[in-house]
């Protein structure tokens, strides 16, 4: 069974393209284009990983992490960073709010294709911060 992920980005762009990338790499894609759409998808197609953008309209991925993190349907999903704020303070505030981990835009699709099952593959963990 193909693991499903869903992309959250307000970049249609960058959505496109993203879903693109993880449907040829052989993933399950769904998508939500802001904060509140990304909570009810994540509560109903229950994604095997979450690939979130931190700039959202209606609520910021920092704030998608939290109600997700304590809703305990959710609450062990993985979900993956992808920000365009590098700085290291965007980082830890992201991991603090409960993201498994961080990767700054722009990423190369091979290495987020990597890293993405990587987290598939390993028994949940700590979170913890990849260099890119």
Do not use: W, Y
């Not at 190369?108 to 993405?116: D, F, G, N, T, V």
């Amino acid at each position: 069974m193909r693991k499903r992920i869903l992309l959250v980005d307000d970049n249609q762009d960058l959505l496109d393209l993203l879903r693109l990338n993880l449907k040829g790499a052989g993933f399950s894609i769904g998508t939500a284009n802001n904060g509140i759409e990304a909570i009810k998808k994540a509560r109903s197609l229950m994604p095997d990983l979450i690939l979130l953008d931190l700039m959202l309209p209606e609520i910021d991925g920092f704030g998608v992490c939290e109600i997700l993190r304590k809703d305990p349907t959710t609450s062990s999903i993985p979900i993956l960073l992808l920000s365009g704020l590098t700085g290291q303070f965007a980082r830890f505030t992201g991991l603090e709010s409960g993201a498994t981990d961080f990767i700054s835009k722009p990423a190369h699709p091979r290495h987020l294709i990597s890293r993405i099952k990587q987290i598939l593959d390993s028994p949940p963990q700590m979170a913890v911060a990849s260099d890119s």
